[in-house]
């Protein structure tokens, strides 16, 4: 095993140190030839941070059932896309395979009903795409637009809150002020007149615009949390010994406001999910192919009139199926990872200290 | 008061930052509203070439922005018109005056939105209450899964199943309209009967897929505030249980859910437009939808700017009386207000 010497690392590696000739050290070089206790290579610092944030967390969450069957539907739904991109790739190895067809008229014989045809267990639209097809290679989009919608709200939250919570003064003014209205505008009515007047086709925008004022509510729970973190001890330590805000914020802030980012992800994963759909559905959004649980739907209402006549209403039950399976997936996920919240495990999860055994973080050796 | 003023002023603001918004969506954004709307009109033409002079005259007449002039004049004049309380004039329905369309439909919406949150925070509520003081037991398991479960389906999933189950499958509910047709509005029990029958299903779209996560935060705070000392004393003290449940802990635990109607009132508005397009509930939302069909730009910004400055008022008020029901935050603690 090669042994890399870490730039913080007080002591110099001591194979020769020993048997070396300066007399600083005389027999303090035997005491430390056993290297792992000081040395600590890139690959068990990353093995460290590893179970500290990811292993054990994962480990809580999935000690309970409502965390471990979200977790699997979102992971099935992961799977799902995975499968389509597979499908759809031209890549030159991925291109010869395709597990499920692409949703294309005229694949089957149009309004099979589910079970008729065991070549389309779900059956078939009016135009005879497969609906399995369709459900399966919406999912890719729906994938990037949730991506894109809850990354751009929880980035900008999170931004704007430990900026106005620990900088206080006029910016916090400034920006909770922002934030105060951006909350107050109701999302809906914006987005669809947004989406009306900029017509975006690309799911990246789609997602940024639907979470257009969401990131507000965030970035106020987020604000009130910082505002408590700020006056720890370890984070007063901190400033006392001269440390920067930036690095204060990334390095003493951010750690402990994992939880809340988790669980507002999932809202807003979930807030995606539902007005995308929604704006499909009920035609705002304009649409080429079959791309969206919502287009389905929007089809089966206005084309097969699957309201009115019973032989079509599978044709609206399938595709509202994973929208309802998936944000049940995220709201189990989310009610279950208040476990995440409770302060033991927290301590735990702090990151800063290595002192495992210890439930408290010691200021000290926290920074 | 000092909290209050603040308040008040924020409202202003943001009353004053929505407006511009919509100006500047209708003005400045390319093929924004007033690019649509001009060739709009262009069209409604068919052929004849309008002269781009008199275009700018029926653009700015309708939607009181004037596409040619110097923005600072054509900010003065749109907000000054909306002070005004003009909105401009409906093509959809031949120059109607769009004040007169909302001031018809408005009221239906509210009526709609009061009856479901009324509906909606009533059943939350005491089976939160129940849930808590059962805690642990089948009913408390068996409400949570029910609970989870509604509250991830989509209140306009649930609607399209309503409609076709308990609307046309089984006709116990009307799907579509405000009121039963031939009856005339007034004060009389089929009239104020039939409202409310047609009110029922896109009420219950919303109480049915908006209860669960509410009862479940009541049942969190009702199991929270019933661990706290004070209660125990009021039971060592020998207070009556009905006393306790109601006045210690019925009241800190609705408390907090406070913030949740406020939030529910600017979702339920927004939602709004989705139910009312789909059950073709002739509400503000619904007049939306129409001024996006046809294009009718002042239709669809009027409406746009009344559902948010209804929301920014609604959540004024909201602030502005959670003082009475909660003394700490006059103190002028502001932080505590959400």
């Known amino acids: 095993m090669t042994v890399k010497p870490t730039d913080d690392d007080a002591v110099k590696p001591t194979d020769g140190g020993s048997s070396s000739v300066d007399g600083s050290r005389t027999d303090g070089g035997q005491m430390f030839s056993q290297a792992e206790i000081t040395e600590v290579t890139r690959t068990q610092r990353y093995q460290e941070w590893f179970a500290e944030s990811i292993a054990e967390p994962f480990r809580i969450a999935w000690s309970d059932w409502r965390t471990k069957v979200g977790l699997l539907i979102i992971a099935g739904f992961l799977l799902m896309g995975l499968v389509a991109w597979i499908s759809s790739s031209t890549w030159f190895v991925l291109e010869r395979i395709v597990l499920v067809d692409s949703p294309i008229a005229n694949q089957g014989s149009p309004r099979l009903q589910p079970l008729e045809d065991m070549s389309h267990p779900l059956g078939t639209d009016m135009n005879g795409r497969d609906l399995i097809s369709g459900v399966v290679h919406a999912t890719p989009t729906m994938i990037q637009m949730i991506l894109a919608g809850a ?51 690309s799911p990246w925008l789609i997602g940024i615009i639907i979470t257009i004022n969401v990131w507000a509510g965030i970035a106020r729970t987020i604000h009130s949390q910082v505002l408590s973190l700020r006056e720890n001890s370890y984070v007063e330590a901190s400033r006392t010994m001269g440390i920067g805000t930036p690095t204060i914020i990334q390095k003493d802030i951010l750690p402990n406001l994992m939880p809340y980012v988790l669980v507002n992800f999932v809202y807003a994963s979930r807030r995606v999910i539902y007005d995308s759909v929604a704006l499909y559905f009920l035609g705002f959004l304009s649409f080429r192919g079959v791309e969206n649980w919502g287009v389905m739907m929007h089809l089966a209402y206005a084309n097969a009139s699957a309201l009115l006549n019973p032989e079509a209403t599978y044709m609206l039950i399938v595709p509202m199926l994973p929208i309802v399976v998936l944000s049940f997936g995220l709201m189990l996920f989310a009610q279950g990872t208040d476990r995440l919240f409770s302060p033991r495990v927290r301590t735990r999860n702090e990151g800063k200290s290595n002192t495992d055994e210890t439930d408290e973080p010691d200021p000290m050796t926290g920074v | 008061m000092n909290w209050f003023i603040k308040r008040t002023g924020q409202a202003i603001f943001t009353l004053w930052a929505v407006a511009t918004l919509s100006f500047g969506l209708i003005r400045l954004m390319p093929g924004g509203a007033a690019d649509i709307m001009a060739s709009r009109l262009q069209q409604q033409a068919q052929g004849s070439n309008i002269p781009r002079e008199q275009l700018r005259e029926m653009v700015a007449s309708q939607l009181n922005v004037d596409p040619d002039a110097p923005i600072h004049e054509a900010y003065y004049q749109y907000m000054s018109a909306l002070v005004q309380g003009d909105f401009g004039n409906s093509i959809r329905y031949g120059g109607q005056e769009v004040n007169a369309i909302i001031a018809d439909t408005l009221p239906w919406t509210l009526f709609l939105m009061s009856l479901s949150t009324l509906g909606m925070f009533a059943i939350a509520l005491s089976l939160g209450a129940i849930m808590a003081y059962k805690e642990g037991s089948t009913f408390d398991l068996a409400n949570t899964g029910v609970g989870i479960l509604l509250s991830s389906i989509p209140y306009y999933v649930a609607a399209v199943v309503f409609i076709a189950f308990l609307g046309y499958r089984t006709p116990l509910f009307p799907v579509r309209g405000r009121y039963p047709s031939g009856v005339d509005p007034g004060f009389t029990v089929e009239f104020i009967g039939g409202a409310f029958h047609h009110a029922m299903l896109p009420a219950l779209s919303f109480i049915v897929t908006g209860y669960g996560l509410l009862a479940l935060t009541m049942r969190g705070n009702s199991i929270q505030v019933l661990g706290e000392d004070y209660v125990r004393v009021a039971r060592l003290r020998g207070l009556p249980d009905r006393r306790i449940a109601l006045r210690y802990v019925g009241r800190n635990a609705v408390l907090p859910l406070y913030t949740s109607l406020l939030i529910s009132i600017g979702f339920m508005f927004g939602g709004s437009i989705i139910l009312e397009i789909l059950f073709q509930y002739r509400g503000i939302g619904f007049e939306m939808n129409e001024g996006i069909i046809y294009r009718d730009m002042p239709l669809m910004m009027g409406t746009f700017l009344v559902i948010t400055f209804g929301v920014v008022i609604a959540l004024w008020i909201g602030d502005a009386t959670y003082g009475k029901l909660d003394p700490r935050i006059k103190s002028g603690d502001d932080s505590e207000a959400y």
């Open chain 1, 151 to 201: 990354v751009f709200a929880i980035v900008v939250a999170v931004i704007v809150g430990t900026v106005a919570g620990y900088k206080g003064g006029t910016t916090e003014t400034v920006l909770m002020t922002a934030s105060d209205v951006a909350m107050t505008i109701p999302g809906l009515p914006l987005v669809i007149v947004l989406v009306v007047l900029i017509e975006p086709q």
